[in-house]
T-cell receptor, first 110, second 117 residues
Framework: GENVEQHPSTLSVQEGDSAVIKCTYSDSASNYFPWYKQELGKRPQLIIDIRSNVGEKKDQRIAVTLNKTAKHFSLHITETQPEDSAVYFCAAEYGNKLVFGAGTILRVKS | ETGVTQSPTHLIKTRGQQVTLRCSSQSGHNTVSWYQQALGQGPQFIFQYYREEENGRGNFPPRFSGLQFPNYSSELNVNALELDDSALYLC????????????????FGPGTRLTVL
């Protein structure tokens, strides 16, 4: 079925450390994988996305890697800052809809 | 800053009532998707509208219905409200062009918080 699993559910890191969030998906036909950041009471904001024709994409301190064979993709945040604290959601495309993971609460301790 | 707007921001209803939520898509975007986000969970796809037609539906009952207007804005209607309908309702617009079978980047609105008592 259409499923996206996301781990871990919570992640605490010290300011300046790296954070990694991993997701797996079930449909090998999925070709689009966005990551959203949601702060408390606010809308999900797209922070980075990747399509299946590339294996990695970087945008400053944020990177996403994709392994289509294994059907998993990961978000990497380097040099974390307190303002990175939020809930992060991965998603995978199934047809014309996005299926989201359950989210990861990231806490960056200063 | 995304241009997707939603109204109202908050709404309180009682069981059995009906509700209409509204979404204005970002300029240049012709596709609107609706999601339900329960507390502590990821958004769940309700349906998508493209060229004023429903273009895919998630696992939601028929009492969830929608519309899209010629200016690409959209409405979500929920009839016979149940307690479990309490959630944040998000719409997302995307610049889907041409074929309706490809997911394009989706930008979310601020959501409508619905509470059903």
């Amino acid at each position: 079925g259409e499923n996206v699993e996301q781990h871990p559910s919570t992640l605490s890191v010290q300011e300046g450390d790296s954070a990694v969030i991993k997701c797996t998906y079930s449909d090998s036909a999925s070709n689009y994988f966005p990551w959203y950041k949601q702060e408390l009471g606010k809308r999900p904001q797209l922070i980075i996305d990747i399509r299946s024709n590339v294996g990695e994409k970087k945008d400053q301190r944020i990177a996403v890697t994709l392994n289509k064979t294994a059907k998993h993709f990961s978000l990497h945040i380097t040099e974390t800052q307190p303002e990175d604290s939020a809930v992060y959601f991965c998603a995978a495309e199934y047809g014309n809809k996005l299926v989201f993971g359950a989210g990861t609460i990231l806490r960056v301790k200063s | 800053e995304t241009g997707v707007t939603q109204s109202p921001t908050h709404l309180i209803k009682t069981r059995g009532q009906q509700v209409t939520l509204r979404c204005s898509s970002q300029s240049g975007h012709n596709t609107v998707s609706w999601y339900q986000q329960a507390l502590g969970q990821g958004p769940q796809f309700i349906f998508q509208y493209y060229r004023e037609e429903e273009n895919g539906r998630g696992n939601f009952p028929p009492r969830f219905s929608g519309l899209q207007f010629p200016n690409y804005s959209s409405e979500l209607n929920v009839n016979a409200l149940e307690l479990d309908d309490s959630a944040l309702y998000l719409c997302a617009s995307s610049p889907l062009a041409g074929g309706a079978d490809r997911t394009d980047t989706q930008y979310f609105g601020p959501g409508t918080r619905l509470t059903v008592l």
